[in-house]
C-alpha cells in the first residue's frame, strides 16, 4: 500500500530569476511549460527546454535559473513524498508509514514525449488543490491522492522503460570492453555508444560497476594480463601488446601497482584460481588436476571425494538455486576473488551478471550444445590443462574398450533401456548422461530410436513396454515422490510383466552417478556397469 503526500503545489510565472531549492526533503517535479532553464543539481548542470520535464529526489541541492534572455519562464512545480506502509493490526488497521527511499524515483530528464500526459496530470492537481478544501476527510483530498498516485505510477513506467534502454546501453559498453580491450578505447567513444552525454555516461557506469569505464577497462586489461602471463605463458612484452599497452615499461608499473610485483616476478610465484558454479564442472576441473578455489558440490556424490574435492565449496542448490543460496555464493566469490568464474547458462537464470564480472571474468560454457568431452576440453583450454584434458580422455576410452568386452559378454546382443525417476516424474534417458556411456562408450545396444528423445522424455508407466528393452536400468532420486512412484511402479502390472524384469534384468539404483553429465561421473559409471553386469542379482535400491 502506498501514500503519496503532496506538499506544495505551484503555478510559477517569472522572469530572469533564480530559484534557490537547497537541499529538500521531498521530491520536486518540475513541468517547463514556456521558456528554459538551467538546473544546478548538486555539481552537476542540466538543460531544462519548453516541453521537458525534470524530477530530483530528495537531498538533491537544487538551484533552477533562467537565461538573461527577457522572456516569460512559465512552469508548474509539486513536491511530494512516496509512503509505503510496512506494519499493519491482525485487523489489517494501518499503524505506520515510512518514505521510500530516494533511489525509488532516481533523478530524470523526461522529454517532450511524455510532456502532455504530465501537463495534463499536473493542471488537474493544481487546480483541485487552488479551488478547494483539501483537509484529510474531504472527497478533494481522495480526488488529489488518486491523480498523485497516476501520476507516480506514470513516472514509474517510464522511469523503468528509460532504466531498461540505459541499462542495455551500458551493458553494451561493458561488453565492448571485455571483448575489445587490447583496442585503443575512450571515454567519449562509449558514451557515444551508449547514446549518452559524457558525463552522463560516467556516472551512470559508475553506479552500475562501481568503477568509471576506463578504471574499468585497465581492470579487464590487468586480468586478461594474468591469464596471459600464468596460464599461457607469454613474454612480458607480448602481454603488453596483447592488452592495449604500446609500452611495456608503463604496462609493467600498472602490472606492479595493481598486483604489487612486477610481471616476470609474478609469473613465478602465481597461479590462475578458478571458481565454478556448477557441480559437474567442478567435476570437470579435477578430472584434469584442478583444485577449483570455489565450487558448488554435492556430499552425495562419490565421485567428488574419489579425486579429493576442494574443501572451499558454494552451497550446493538442491535441485532448485534460491535467492539465500545465490546471495551466499556471491559473498564467498567475492571474499576470495578467483581469476575466472565457470558456469552454464542455467546459472545465469539466478546470478547477475554484473555482480559476477565485478568479482572475475565469467566464461559461460555451453551445456546442450556441448558434449561432456566438449565440456572437458573446454575447460582444458581454459584453464591451460589442455594436454591433461587429452590424457585424461585418453585413458577414459582405453578403460571403455576394456569394459565393453566385458559387458558384451554378458549382454551377450540384448538391448537396454535407462529410466529415471525425477521430482515424480518417469523420464526415458537418450545418449546424455548415463546414456551417454551406456550407448556411446559401451555400445551397448539402445531399445528404442536415440534419435526420436532429446536429452530425455516424460513418459506414463502405460508407456514403459514400449521402451524396455532386455535390459533395464531404473536409477530413482531419493525424494519422497520419487520413491513413491518408484514403489507405484515396481507394484504395477505393466512392470512385472516386462520381460526385463521376469528375467532377473531390471536393476533399481541410487541416481548418482547415472544421471550425471562429467568427465570423473563417467568414469564411475564404467566401474558400476561393471559390477552390474557381472552380478546375475538384482542391486536393491538403498534405504
Known amino acids: 500500500m502506498q501514500l503519496i503526500q503532496l506538499n506544495s503545489a505551484q503555478y510559477c510565472s517569472e522572469r530572469n530569476c533564480t530559484v534557490q531549492f537547497g537541499y529538500t526533503t521531498d521530491y520536486i517535479l518540475i513541468v517547463m511549460v514556456n521558456g528554459s532553464g538551467i538546473l544546478m543539481l548538486d555539481d552537476e548542470t542540466r538543460p531544462l527546454p519548453s516541453g521537458h520535464t525534470m524530477l530530483i529526489p530528495p537531498g538533491t541541492n537544487t538551484v533552477l535559473k533562467f537565461p538573461a534572455v527577457q522572456q516569460e519562464n512559465v512552469w508548474y512545480q509539486f513536491c511530494f513524498n512516496v509512503y509505503t506502509c510496512f506494519q499493519f493490526c491482525e485487523n489489517n488497521e494501518l499503524l505506520s508509514m515510512h518514505k521510500t527511499r530516494p533511489d525509488y524515483l532516481p533523478l530524470c530528464n523526461y522529454d517532450e514525449t511524455n510532456f502532455p ?14 479551488n478547494q478544501n483539501i483537509g484529510r476527510e474531504t472527497p478533494t483530498y481522495w480526488r ?27 551493458e553494451q559498453t561493458a561488453s565492448y570492453i571485455e571483448q575489445h580491450y587490447a583496442l585503443s578505447i575512450t ?27 576506463i578504471d574499468y577497462l585497465n581492470e579487464v586489461r590487468m586480468r586478461q594480463a594474468k591469464l596471459l602471463l ?16 604500446t609500452d611495456v615499461f608503463y604496462f609493467s608499473r600498472k602490472f606492479k601497482k595493481k598486483f604489487g610485483v612486477s610481471p616476470s616476478v609474478f609469473t613465478h610465484k602465481h597461479t590462475l584460481r578458478f571458481a565454478t558454479l556448477n557441480f559437474l564442472y567442478g567435476g ?21 571425494f574419489s579425486y579429493g574435492c576442494t574443501s572451499n565449496t558454494l552451497t550446493m542448490r538442491s535441485m532448485r538455486l534460491t535467492p539465500t543460496i545465490v546471495s551466499a555464493n556471491i559473498q564467498r566469490l567475492s571474499a576470495v ?25 565469467t566464461v559461460v560454457v555451453p551445456w546442450e550444445d556441448m558434449t561432456w568431452q566438449d565440456h572437458l576440453h573446454c ?31 554378458r549382454i551377450n546382443g540384448g538391448t537396454l533401456s535407462v529410466f529415471h525417476i525425477l521430482r515424480g516424474q518417469l523420464l526415458v534417458y537418450g545418449d546424455r548422461n548415463g546414456g551417454s556411456v551406456l550407448f556411446r562408450d559401451l555400445e551397448i545396444h539402445p531399445a528404442y530410436n536415440l534419435s526420436e528423445i532429446e536429452g530425455y522424455r516424460v513418459l506414463e508407466i502405460s508407456d514403459l513396454p514400449l521402451y524396455a528393452g532386455d535390459f533395464v536400468l531404473l536409477s530413482v532420486d531419493p525424494d519422497a515422490a520419487s520413491l513413491a512412484l518408484c514403489e507405484k511402479i515396481q507394484h504395477s502390472s505393466v512392470w512385472m510383466q516386462l520381460d526385463a524384469v521376469r528375467w532377473g534384468q531390471a536393476f533399481t539404483l541410487h ?18 556397469v561393471l559390477c552390474l553386469f557381472e552380478s546375475k542379482h538384482n542391486i536393491p535400491f538403498p534405504n
Do not use: N
Open 337 to 361: 576473488r578467483p581469476d575466472i568464474i565457470f558456469c552454464t547458462p542455467y546459472e545465469l537464470k539466478f546470478y547477475d551478471q554484473q555482480l559476477l564480472r565485478k568479482i572475475a571474468p
Open 144 to 170: 488529489i491522492q488518486s491523480l498523485m498516485t497516476q501520476l507516480v505510477a506514470e513516472l514509474v513506467q517510464r522511469q523503468d522503460f528509460r532504466a531498461s534502454e540505459e541499462g542495455q546501453g551500458i
Open 511 to 528: 541416481e548418482q552417478p547415472w544421471i550425471d553429465y562429467c568427465a570423473p561421473a563417467h568414469e564411475d559409471i564404467l566401474k558400476k
Open 187 to 213: 571515454r567519449d567513444f562509449l558514451a557515444h555508444m551508449a547514446h549518452m552525454s559524457l558525463s552522463y555516461y560516467a556516472h551512470q557506469f559508475k553506479k552500475v560497476y562501481g568503477m568509471g569505464p
Open 230 to 245: 600464468i596460464r599461457d605463458r607469454l613474454a612480458v612484452q607480448k602481454v603488453a601488446e596483447q592488452t592495449g599497452f
Open 117 to 130: 500526459l504530465f501537463l495534463s496530470l499536473e493542471q488537474k492537481i493544481y487546480q483541485l488543490v487552488i
Open 379 to 409: 575447460l582444458g583450454e581454459y584453464t591451460g590443462r589442455r594436454r591433461d584434458a587429452e590424457h585424461w580422455l585418453s585413458c577414459y576410452y582405453s578403460k571403455a574398450e576394456d569394459i565393453r568386452k566385458c559387458v558384451h559378454h
Open 284 to 304: 570437470d576441473l579435477l578430472a584434469i588436476g584442478m583444485q577449483p578455489e570455489q565450487s558448488v558440490i554435492d556430499v552425495k556424490r562419490d565421485w567428488q
